[in-house]
């Protein structure tokens, strides 16, 4: 059984006034995202308009259902603003769907309506690769959390991934950092789980629900002279 912690224990980020941080709200588990994020001592706002993404420390794309979320970029007005936000230097936390959307490569989208990905993350991402909502599963993960600069969340512990129709990660760009891996029962070797390309971040499982901070924590310290 799968277990969502409905309290993050965590540490508020502080500074002389609160960081804005906002969570790409058109659909899925964005709320989920909104809560770590406020936990953690953020202005959350809830991105639906462009003017939104405006004085952002950081940006969260959630998990969901790709497809649709794909449709509502393009009919919020959203998708041109974002990729431009993103292409600029917005630090970036996506998740599952969220992953979908950012790659450049997409496999397993077999269905009459298409996914648009905004093409700005060197991988291929295989949709629902790791199973149905039934075969969802959890797992310790070893973080290279040296690959976040500036982060002093990391420390030694496993990070406790939650995985949810995930998607897979294959191929990853030259530019691209591998700071996870989870080897799947029968694959011949470990696979990318979570990634760092300049201001992206992108996670195959959800970090929003594991009731651990540290990825969020991470990312937020993300700053432009890291990438």
């Known amino acids: 059984?799968?277990?969502?912690?409905?309290?993050?224990?965590?540490?508020a980020v502080t500074s002389s006034?609160?960081?804005?941080?906002?969570?790409?709200?058109?659909?899925?588990?964005?709320?989920?995202?909104?809560?770590?994020l406020s936990a953690l001592g953020c202005e959350v706002v809830e991105v639906q308009r462009p003017a939104q993404l405006e004085g952002l420390r950081l940006l969260c794309m959630p998990g969901g259902e790709s497809t649709t979320m794909s449709l509502l970029l393009s009919s919020s007005g959203l998708r041109e603003p974002l990729?431009?936000?993103?292409a600029a230097g917005l630090p970036v936390l996506a998740t599952c769907a969220g992953a979908i959307l950012l790659a450049q490569r997409l496999e397993g989208d077999s269905?009459?309506?298409?996914?648009?990905?905004?093409?700005?993350?060197d991988l291929t991402v295989d949709r629902n690769a790791y199973g149905r909502q039934n075969e969802s599963f959890e797992a310790g993960l070893e973080i290279d959390w040296t690959g976040l600069p500036g982060s002093s969340a990391g420390g030694t512990q496993l990070f406790h991934a939650v995985f949810i129709r995930a998607p897979r990660f294959q191929l990853?760009?030259?530019?691209?950092r591998v700071l996870a891996s989870f080897q799947?029962?029968?694959?011949?070797?470990?696979?990318?789980?979570?990634?760092?390309?300049?201001?992206?971040?992108?996670?195959?499982?959800?970090?929003?629900?594991?009731?651990?901070?540290?990825?969020?924590?991470?990312?937020l310290g993300l700053r432009p002279a890291d990438f």
């Open 111 to 121: 269905g009459s309506l298409k996914v648009e990905p905004l093409g700005l993350l």
């Open 83 to 86: 990729r431009q936000a993103i």
């Open 172 to 176: 990853p760009g030259a530019q691209v």
């Open 17 to 36: 006034s609160p960081p804005r941080a906002g969570v790409l709200a058109l659909q899925g588990a964005y709320q989920a995202h909104a809560r770590v």
């Open 1 to 11: 059984m799968l277990i969502v912690p409905q309290r993050v224990q965590s540490r």
């Open 184 to 219: 799947p029962a029968g694959a011949a070797a470990a696979e990318p789980v979570l990634v760092r390309q300049g201001n992206i971040i992108a996670a195959a499982f959800h970090p929003e629900l594991s009731g651990d901070d540290r990825i969020h924590r991470a990312a």
